[in-house]
């Protein structure tokens, strides 16, 4: 792909990415480096501009004598920005994801050629733009894993599946490993040790069906750009803002990686993904952890207790999107406490269980506030979880912004 470039140099943790984004949403192609990136490969790289974020003033005097455009930001000032990109710049804005998205499915054209790929899929809007994309680049030789872990919302599974198989018409295998991974965490309490224990077992299944397809040529990666910034950057400027299941299986016989979205922010995946035809449904799913709804069940997880999670999860969804507020919160879900308390269900005293319901406003995870969710929507979700749960007798709303409380429970 060849596209105008910007460089953002980044010393100032969140406002490199925030101004990178920026130059994005203006239709510019920007890469957000570390500020202590070599004057050689500034050059070699040939941007029409660059733009630094914070101090930096130690290589600034290098920077000048490269004769290219420089701004400091010490903001994310929009008309400074567009003023850079196109009076002082004088770019003609080619970054457009309706295009890119097929530029990049050329690409992968030509990487790939006619061999293997193994893609695994979790459902969730990376792995999707990521199996889509691929499957135009080659077709049959996509082979999809996708292992269904009995911790997905309800009918999430069957959901995914029909959209690969009918849609898309991808080569996709589906593992019911339910069983397999509640069997590993039964009797298990310690958030950390769920955590673990549902990756290592996501790859070795993994490992198990990839196997059973053979030496394959590329393993396919969902990493988006946020990934490759934070990987670039010091251990100190930025929390690490997501962790995905597991590592890299070793026991699959592969090549060479394909990363389609490692140049693409989340909104940008969801153009792209957009642009390939992927419905809007799965494209404005809310973020979902790899652990699934192995996080929100607090303490041991069983069967019994997934499935009234996944009951007051579906209702609260359902309250939301009739609000009309399913795309401007960014992650709303519910949360089995585990807490019981006395109550009254058919006139007889009941000692149900405790619903918490959690819905938090975020731009990059690492810190979120609470959503005021109306009143009479809360009510709403209230009593239809009450009243079609059996098993709960209370519902409360988590007030609790990040820091101090996490967005997951656990
Ligand atoms: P926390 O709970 O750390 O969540 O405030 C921040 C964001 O990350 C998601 N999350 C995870 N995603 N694997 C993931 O892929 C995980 O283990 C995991 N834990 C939390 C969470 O849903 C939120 O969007």
């Not at 992650?331 to 918490?356: C, E, N, P």
Request: net charge negative; proline share 3%; with cysteine.
């Amino acid at each position: 792909m060849n596209h105008e470039l910007i460089i953002v140099l980044n010393s100032d943790g969140h406002r490199g990415i925030a101004v990178g984004r920026a130059v994005r949403e203006m239709q510019v192609f920007c890469e957000v480096l570390s500020h202590k990136t070599t004057i050689d490969e500034i050059k070699g790289k040939d941007p029409k501009g660059i733009i630094i974020t914070g101090d930096f003033s130690t290589v600034e005097k290098d920077l000048a004598a490269l004769n290219i455009p420089l701004l400091h930001m010490q903001d994310e000032d929009e008309n400074k920005i567009s003023d850079f990109l196109f009076k002082t710049c004088v770019l003609k804005g080619d970054w457009i994801m309706e295009n890119v998205a097929y530029e990049l499915v050329e690409a992968m054209k030509e990487k790939i050629g006619g061999k293997k790929v193994l893609c695994a899929l979790s459902g969730g809007v990376d792995s999707t733009v990521v199996a889509v994309m691929l499957h135009k680049a080659c077709g049959k030789n996509l082979n999809c894993i996708f292992v269904d872990h009995g911790l997905m919302r309800l009918n999430e599974g069957d959901e995914v599946e029909r959209v690969f198989t009918k849609d898309f018409n991808i080569n996709i295998t589906r593992v019911n490993a339910q069983d397999r991974f509640l069997g590993k965490l039964k009797g298990v309490t310690d958030p950390e040790q769920k955590r673990k224990i549902i990756g290592e077992e996501f790859i070795r299944v993994f490992e198990e069906e990839g196997k059973k397809i053979g030496a394959v040529d590329f393993l396919a990666q969902g990493t988006i750009y946020p990934d490759v910034i934070e990987s670039g950057m010091d251990g100190s400027a930025l929390v690490k803002s997501h962790h995905n299941v597991g590592g890299l299986p070793d026991v699959i016989d592969f090549n060479e990686i394909v990363e389609p979205l490692r140049d693409l922010f989340k909104d940008e995946v969801r153009k792209a993904g957009l642009a390939l035809g992927i419905d809007e449904e799965l494209i404005y799913r809310q973020p979902f952890p790899g652990p699934g709804l192995g996080v929100r069940v607090l303490g041991e997880i069983t069967k019994e207790k997934l499935d009234i999670l996944r009951q007051t999860d579906h209702i609260y969804r359902e309250e939301i999107k009739k609000a009309g507020l399913d795309r401007k919160i960014w992650q709303y879900f519910t949360i089995f406490t585990g807490l019981r308390s006395v109550g009254v269900k058919d006139s007889a005293r009941a000692y149900g269980y405790t619903i918490a319901l959690r819905a938090v406003n975020s731009r990059y995870t690492v810190t979120a506030e609470w959503v005021r969710i109306p009143y009479d929507v809360l009510e709403v979700i209230s009593e239809r979880i009450t009243s079609e749960v059996p098993e709960i007798t209370r519902v409360v709303y988590d007030i609790t912004g990040k820091p101090p409380a996490s967005i997951e429970w656990e």
